[in-house]
C-alpha cells in the first residue's frame, strides 16, 4: 500500500509564503510523476503543479506560474511546493498526488491522470 502523507499547511497573511512536503511511503513504489492539486470550498478539485520522475520537467497551473515551485528528493521520497507571494483565492486544501506510469501522460492536469492521494493539508491565506 502507497501513503502519501502532505505537510506544511498554515495560515499565512497575502504576500507570504510557505512549504509544502508530501512524503511518499510504503511499498516500493520507486519514483513516479508526482502533482500538487488544491480543492476550495463549494469548488472542484484543480490542478497546481506535476513534476516528472527525475525533476527536470515541471509543469504549472497559468495562476502558479511565476510564484510556486515544485520540486522533489526522491532519495527522501519527497515533493515539495514552495509557494510565495501568497494571495486570499490560494486558500483551499492541497493534496499531493501520486502517478503509477513511469512518465507524465496527457492527463498530468487531471485528477484521473492519479491514483494515490494524500489526505491534504490546509492552506489559509488572510487578507
Known amino acids: 500500500q502507497v501513503q502519501l502523507v502532505e505537510s506544511g499547511g498554515g495560515l499565512v497573511q497575502t504576500g507570504g509564503s510557505l512549504r509544502l512536503s508530501c512524503v511518499v511511503s510504503?511499498?516500493?513504489?520507486?519514483?513516479?510523476?508526482m502533482a500538487w492539486f488544491r480543492q476550495a470550498p463549494g469548488k472542484e478539485r484543480e490542478f497546481v503543479s506535476a513534476?516528472?520522475?527525475?525533476?527536470?520537467?515541471?509543469y504549472y497551473a497559468d495562476s502558479q506560474k511565476g510564484r510556486f515551485t515544485i520540486s522533489r528528493d526522491n532519495a527522501k521520497n519527497t515533493v515539495y511546493l514552495q509557494m510565495s507571494g501568497l494571495k486570499p483565492e490560494d486558500t483551499a486544501v492541497y493534496y499531493c498526488?501520486?502517478?503509477?506510469?513511469?512518465?507524465?501522460?496527457?492527463?498530468?492536469?487531471?485528477?484521473?491522470?492519479?491514483?494515490?492521494w494524500g489526505q491534504g493539508t490546509q492552506v489559509t491565506v488572510s487578507s
Open positions: 513534476i516528472n520522475t527525475s525533476g527536470n520537467m515541471t
Open positions: 510504503g511499498r516500493t513504489f520507486g519514483p513516479r510523476p
Open positions: 498526488a501520486g502517478s503509477t506510469a513511469w512518465i507524465l501522460g496527457p492527463r498530468y492536469r487531471s485528477k484521473l491522470g492519479y491514483k494515490y
